[in-house]
């Protein structure tokens, strides 16, 4: 124990989780994804866990599966569930985010969505492991290397994982003392537009333009957006045209949907996906689908939250709840084992050059996971 009376103590989480935030790994440098797998793989190879390393696909990093000593392919377990890769280039922790410390707050790429949290649960696994003490459950730990994407290459290993799960604990990052109970599914689509080219002057009239076309289906998509169904369509990136001096022809949205519940995405969804051209003589091609379900609420989740709380409450750090519009892996496997998300470190900023975990409850959240790990059954 330390001085805390926790078997963590803040200071000495702190310089570890800063070695893996100093370890770059956007999702699109699988080189770099693969070093932070290395240096994982490295430190729970050291201290006894069975591993297993997953080669990456489509050009994306590794998977890693660190698992408890001894733990039975097919035995239910509780599987911890976090992603290494970050939406941060390489390079920016030098010219836009350097790791450092301000008081109660450590900053750093990645540091609060989600290495902070990541580490703290690796943590706890590693103090289960080798406290020696008997669990009523094996462990089992997947990194996963593009959740930033929507992993794609992961969902698979992630939904396997989770059938053989009697829990899921997702240490992304935590909300002011509340954790997540619910998250909004979401969807991404491409929308390509073809027109017919024509010399903006002497020829203006034989021309098709898909900017236009474009312009009057970005409004009506942003028109689709429900506060009150929980519903946002979101046009983030609009591309199109060549020279000013030619009817442009073609244009291309990337569309983002975000839906409270099954059926409201599914009719967006079908909404987009048959969009008929407002302009003559124009062609509209529409790709893609979802990439998360809904992360719902279900009944059997209820005795976990109130095993979490329970813990909680007993290191004087009550847990509240919040339903998150973001996706996240908890997506996938809320549907086959009881999950809890968002339990990871205390922060803000995420994706941002200010993001930043507040150091002082770091030991909490840690013993808060080493809890659940020894005592869930």
Known sequence: MTTTGLPFDNQDLLPAI???????????????????????????????????????????????????????????????????????????????????????????????????????????????????????????????????????????????????????????????????????????????????PAHSGGRHQDGRSAVREMAWQIMRLEEMTDYDRGLTVNVGVARGGTRANVVPAEAALNIDVRFSDPASGAEALKQIQETSPHFPDIGIDVTGGETRPCFVRRPEVEPLLAKARQIARELSM??????????????????????????????KGPHTHFEQIRISSLARIATLHLRLLETLS
Request: include cysteine; charge should be negative.
């Open 318 to 347: 009550p847990l509240g709840e919040y339903a998150s519009g973001g996706g996240s892996d908890g997506n996938f496997t809320a549907a086959i084992a009881p999950t809890l998300d968002g339990m990871g470190a205390e922060g």
């Open 18 to 196: 800063l070695d893996w935030v100093r370890i770059e790994s956007p999702t699109t440098n699988a080189a770099a994804v693969n070093r932070m797998i290395d240096f994982i793989e490295a430190d729970a190879t050291a201290w006894g866990a069975e591993i297993r390393r997953i080669t990456g696909t489509g050009g994306m990093g590794d998977l890693l599966l660190v698992a408890s000593p001894g733990a039975q392919e097919e035995t239910p377990g509780i599987l911890l569930l976090s992603h290494i890769d970050t939406v941060h280039e390489i390079g920016t922790i030098e010219r836009d985010l350097p790791c450092r410390v301000d008081g109660d707050i450590a900053f750093g790429p990645g540091i609060y969505d989600m290495k902070g949290g990541a580490y703290l649960a690796f943590a706890a696994m590693r103090a289960a492991v080798i406290s020696g003490r008997s669990r009523p459950l094996p462990l089992r730990y997947l990194f996963v290397s593009d959740e930033e994407y929507g992993s794609p290459t992961g969902r698979a290993h992630i939904e396997r994982e989770a059938r053989r799960a009697k829990y899921v604990l997702v240490p992304e990052p935590m909300n002011d003392r509340r954790i997540v109970i619910s998250r909004k599914g979401v969807a991404r689509l491409k929308m390509r537009i073809t027109g017919q």
